[in-house]
T-cell receptor
Framework: DGGITQSPKYLFRKEGQNVTLSCEQNLNHDAMYWYRQDPGQGLRLIYYSQIVNDFQKGDIAEGYSVSREKKESFPLTVTSAQKNPTAFYLC????????????FGQGTRLTVV | GDSVTQMEGPVTLSEEAFLTINCTYTATGYPSLFWYVQYPGEGLQLLLKATKADDKGSNKGFEATYRKETTSFHLEKGSVQVSDSAVYFCALSPLSNFGNEKLTFGTGTRLTIIP
């Protein structure tokens, strides 16, 4: 089945450690996105990529990094510079030419203790 | 910049009640408009969409009409069920000739249906 897979579903890390969230898609979509979801704040865009080896900052990129070495994969690293990393992280993908629909993964809930 | 304003929740209704969740937007040109639904602990699923003015999107008994004159895309359902309990997000994607499009979301409206 085609879709987007995020792993793991739950992740716990100690403060000060970097952590990488996985996102893989087999939909052959060019564009991929990372969103952060906090209660009462909706979804905020962290980074997005429209082609392999290229990506752009979203609205809240500070403290995060990404890579896009393969079309299917768009991992997100939450660094120790991110001041409040505990949140629900959502990955999405869409066809490049015209954004008619974005497909979302099941999300990763990151808790930093 | 682009923005989406949604009706604040939470919204609690009895089963079979009529539902309206208001959504208005600010954007240049003619954006595409979407409603997404999120069930507990899951990602977002597209519920319906409209890509031009006066289009009506519909799915699973939900409807929304793209109103350019009022910059609105209100979500409606005539008779809600307990299974409709979820968080609903309104979103827009701007029309761009550069392929540089991304979704802007509202803050979400939590809907609870009681039997």
């Amino acid at each position: 089945d085609g879709g987007i897979t995020q792993s793991p579903k739950y992740l716990f890390r100690k403060e000060g450690q970097n952590v990488t969230l996985s996102c893989e898609q087999n939909l052959n979509h060019d564009a991929m996105y990372w969103y952060r979801q906090d209660p009462g704040q909706g979804l905020r865009l962290i980074y997005y990529s429209q082609i392999v080896n290229d990506f752009q900052k979203g609205d809240i990129a500070e403290g995060y990094s990404v890579s896009r070495e393969k079309k299917e994969s768009f991992p997100l690293t939450v660094t120790s510079a991110q001041k409040n990393p505990t949140a629900f992280y959502l990955c999405a993908s869409s066809p490049q030419v015209r954004l008619t629909e974005a497909f979302f993964g099941q999300g990763t809930r990151l808790t930093v203790v | 910049g682009d923005s989406v304003t949604q009706m604040e929740g939470p919204v609690t209704l009895s089963e079979e009640a009529f539902l309206t969740i208001n959504c208005t937007y600010t954007a240049t040109g003619y954006p595409s408009l979407f409603w997404y639904v999120q069930y507990p602990g899951e990602g977002l699923q597209l519920l319906l969409k409209a890509t031009k003015a006066d289009d009506k999107g519909s799915n699973k008994g939900f409807e929304a009409t793209y109103r350019k004159e009022t910059t609105s895309f209100h979500l409606e359902k005539g008779s809600v069920q307990v299974s409709d309990s979820a968080v609903y997000f309104c979103a827009l994607s701007p029309l761009s000739n550069f392929g540089n499009e991304k979704l802007t979301f509202g803050t979400g409206t939590r809907l609870t249906i009681i039997p």
